[in-house]
């Protein structure tokens, strides 16, 4: 059983993509790019209309569904961020301290802007994630 995610990689460019989000998100977005670039060693791809992914891996669940998924990536979104880092962000989070403001999903770190955590934190979060085995399917 082989269903296809909705959300595929594209074509588009990712430098277009940033300048046509609002300008108060756009630093954020460059930095963004340019860390997760650095940390993951791939180059940015735009999945679907509005996430910004790095690297990639197939996947196949219990269930039977299988496809393929970024490693690490980013979302803007309504006046947020939504990171999208692993299959469980508590987890992952709870292995950087003193990261700064940020809300979790079930697998997204949220966080409104880059101001509101510590940099160099953040690019440990990353970095782990993006080391982090992905076996969890």
Not at 28 to 47: C, F, H, K, N, Y
Not at 56 to 84: C, N, Q, T, V
């Amino acid at each position: 059983m082989k269903n296809e995610n909705k959300t595929q990689p594209t074509n588009q460019d990712i430098a277009d993509f940033i300048a046509s989000l609002p300008q108060k998100q756009q630093p954020d977005a460059r930095v963004l790019t340019e860390i997760m670039q650095a940390i993951s060693g791939e180059q940015p791809v735009l999945w679907g209309s509005r996430i910004v992914g790095f690297g990639s891996y197939h996947y196949k669940s219990k269930s039977g569904r299988e496809g393929d998924w970024m490693r690490i990536g980013f979302a803007p979104g309504s006046g947020k961020f939504s990171l999208y880092l692993t299959l469980d962000a508590a987890e992952l989070t709870s292995q950087v301290k003193n990261l700064g403001k940020y809300k979790l999903g079930k697998g997204c770190v949220y966080i409104n802007k880059l101001a509101d955590v510590d940099l160099e934190k953040l690019k440990q979060l990353i970095h782990i994630a993006n080391q982090t085995e992905i076996s969890y399917l």
